[in-house]
C-alpha cells in the first residue's frame, strides 16, 4: 500500500496563499492574527486536513504552551465555574489547560504535580496555600512558575489569587450575632488538609469568642462537602444540648444537604433554624429557602490565575497576592434567633 504524505504547515500556507509564519500565527495565536488571514488558513487546514504536530512543535520551539491546574476535587460546583474561566481566559492567551485532581490526598497532589512537570506544563495552578514541602521542592527544582489560588490565608512567600476565607467565616458569624443567636454550631469541611475549611472555622470560631461565646469542640462538626456530609451533620447537631438555633456550613453543597434533612425531620427554615452556606453556588439564590452565604467569584479567580500565570511565564511583573472581593449575600436561609 502506498503511504500518503500528511500534509505540512508549509501546505497550508501555499493554499492559504500566506506566508508560512503567518500560517504558523493563525494556528499557535489566532487571537493576534488578521480575521481575513485567519478564515484562509482555516479553510486551508479543513480542506487538507492537517494536524500539527504537537511533540514535533514543542521539541523545536522548547515551549508546550500548556498549563496545569491541579484541584482538590470536581465534585464542588465552584470549582467547575473556575475551570471554565481558566480555559476560556488561557484559549484568549494562546495557551491550554490540562486538568487534574488529587480528592484532599496529598500523596495524590505530589504525584499529579510531577506528572504535570514531566509532560512540559510551562506553569502550574494549585487550589489552596497549604501544600506538603515536596510539592513546593519539585516546582522549585524545575523552575516551573506556579500560583496558589482560592486563599491568602497563612504566612507564605509564594503567587496567590484568592480571598481570605478567614473574613467570610467572620462575616457568617457577625450575620448571625446581629440576629440574635448564641446556640450555635458549625457543620465544617474535614480541616485536615484544607486549609480553605480550616480557616473559615477559624474566622466563625474568633469572631463568637470575641463576642463570649465559646464554640465547644463538638459543635464543631467536620463532614466531606457533600449533600450526604450536610444531612449527617444536620443529624449530629440536632443531637446536642442545648440544640444550635443557628448552623453554619462551610459550603452551599453542605449547606443544601443540612436543609434538606431539617425538612425531612419537620424543622422550619429560618423560623426554628437558621442556616448559612459558602461560594454562593448558582443553585443557592433558587434554593428554598434561598442561602444566605458568602458570594466567592470563582470566576474572577479562574480569568485573574489565567492572566498572572501567563505574565509570569512570558516575564512580566505579577502582584504577589492578587485579592478577589468576597460579599455576604443575606436571603432567606436565615432569620432572627428564636428558642427551641
Not at 91 to 119: A, K, Q, W
Request: with cysteine; charged share 20%.
Amino acid at each position: 500500500m502506498k503511504n500518503i504524505e500528511k500534509p505540512k504547515l508549509k501546505d497550508v500556507a501555499e493554499l492559504a496563499g500566506v506566508s508560512i509564519g503567518s500560517a504558523s500565527r493563525a494556528l499557535s495565536t489566532p487571537h493576534l492574527v488578521k480575521p481575513a488571514t485567519l478564515e484562509k488558513v482555516a479553510a486551508a487546514v479543513l480542506k487538507l486536513g492537517y494536524v500539527r504536530d504537537g511533540a514535533a512543535r514543542a521539541l523545536a520551539s522548547r515551549r508546550t504552551h500548556s498549563i496545569g491546574a491541579i484541584f482538590p476535587t470536581f465534585n464542588i460546583p465552584v470549582f467547575a465555574d473556575a475551570v471554565q474561566a481558566l480555559q476560556q481566559r488561557l484559549n484568549e492567551l494562546g495557551y491550554h489547560l490540562i486538568i487534574s485532581s488529587h480528592e484532599y490526598d496529598p500523596e495524590r497532589e505530589l504525584i499529579s504535580v510531577r506528572n504535570m512537570i514531566e509532560r512540559g506544563v510551562e506553569g502550574l495552578l494549585l487550589v489552596g496555600t497549604e501544600h506538603r514541602p515536596a510539592v513546593y521542592d519539585a516546582l522549585n527544582a524545575s523552575h516551573c512558575p506556579f500560583i496558589l489560588m482560592w486563599s491568602l490565608d497563612g504566612s507564605h512567600p509564594h503567587h496567590c489569587v484568592g480571598f481570605s476565607n478567614e473574613e467570610g467565616g467572620r462575616m457568617v458569624a457577625r450575620h448571625l450575632l446581629d440576629l440574635g443567636h448564641k446556640d450555635i454550631a458549625m457543620i465544617s469541611g474535614v480541616v485536615a488538609y484544607n486549609e480553605r475549611a480550616k480557616y473559615r472555622l477559624k474566622g466563625v470560631t474568633q469572631t463568637l469568642k470575641d463576642a463570649g461565646i465559646e464554640l465547644a469542640p463538638n459543635r464543631i462538626i467536620e463532614q466531606p462537602f457533600t449533600l450526604e456530609g450536610g444531612r449527617a451533620g444536620l443529624r449530629m447537631a440536632m443531637e446536642l444540648t442545648p440544640r444550635p438555633t443557628a448552623i453554619v456550613c462551610s459550603t452551599d453543597v453542605t449547606c443544601m444537604g443540612a436543609i434538606a434533612e431539617a425538612r425531612l425531620q419537620g424543622i422550619d427554615v429560618p423560623s426554628q433554624l437558621s442556616i448559612t452556606g459558602f461560594d454562593d453556588m448558582e443553585f443557592a439564590a433558587v434554593s428554598v429557602p434561598a442561602l444566605t452565604t458568602v458570594r466567592v467569584p470563582a470566576t474572577d479567580i479562574g480569568i485573574s490565575s489565567a492572566s498572572n500565570i501567563v505574565a509570569m511565564i512570558e516575564g512580566r511583573p505579577v502582584a504577589k497576592r492578587d485579592r478577589v472581593q468576597i460579599d455576604l449575600i443575606v436571603r432567606q436561609s436565615t432569620a432572627p434567633a428564636k428558642a427551641w
